[in-house]
């Protein structure tokens, strides 16, 4: 996910610092052309996009560098527990909790699994449309259209985990073989891709409640 940050970083800057080149500008279809052809008006959009998209990506590049300076910290404040007790310090999968002396500002580390699906699915996708159809035969309409609704894919063909779970975890009243191998083939098709870590900051009000610090532009 660092990796993937970076490259995006990385070429926000480079894009950003694109410019005019022997009286010539480039449009969006790869053609030069002249400056004395384009309006002002575009001239100045251009400049400000790419100075706003600069300024954004360097920001980015903070909140990158700041995740990474956090983690370092967090960890050693971690081990020098572990090594004081003896014993593995933090909850399920990582998450972790530190709080101020007086209780009033807090910081979270907490660690997510993101998974995917692999070729099994394509089998688990014709075993469903199979269930489905011997279905609309007779069958409960609520229970098809439940599964059409979380057996899906987004406008890029990708599957919504959290989505496939919930079928997977749908019961059936009448024991169906087909339904089973379908099942099977859903089971084997989701595995694990990779552990995001993130980190979040709050006070608190006086009324006891925690507020997250927003570090999302969209939130602040």
Not at 29 to 44: A, F
Not at 73 to 87: A, C, G, K, M, P
Request: with cysteine; hydrophobic share 35%.
């Amino acid at each position: 996910m660092q990796t993937t940050t970076k490259r995006i970083i990385d070429t926000v800057h480079e894009l950003a610092s694109v410019k005019p080149v022997n009286g010539f500008i480039l449009d969006e279809h790869g053609n030069m052309n002249k400056l004395e052809n384009v309006k002002e008006h575009e001239l100045l959009r251009d400049q400000l996009v790419r100075e706003m998209s600069r300024e954004a990506a360097a920001l980015a590049d903070e909140i990158q560098a700041l995740k990474t300076k956090f983690a370092k910290r967090f960890e050693q404040h971690i081990n020098t527990l572990s090594d004081l007790y003896e014993v593995k310090v933090g909850g399920k999968k990582g998450n972790v909790k530190l709080l101020s002396y007086d209780k009033k500002l807090r910081i979270e580390r907490s660690k997510q699994d993101r998974l995917t699906t692999n070729e099994h699915m394509v089998v688990a996708t014709q075993l469903v449309d199979q269930c489905l159809a011997g279905w609309s035969k007779g069958s409960n309409r609520n229970l098809q259209a439940f599964v059409r609704k979380y057996f899906r894919t987004d406008a890029k063909g990708n599957y919504n985990i959290a989505d496939l779970q919930r079928v997977r975890k749908l019961k059936l009243d009448t024991p169906d073989e087909l339904w089973e191998k379908a099942m099977q083939a859903l089971d084997n098709a989701i595995e694990y891709d990779f552990t995001t870590t993130y980190f979040r900051a709050f006070y608190r009000e006086d009324d006891g409640q925690y507020v997250q610090i927003p570090l999302d532009i969209a939130k602040a």
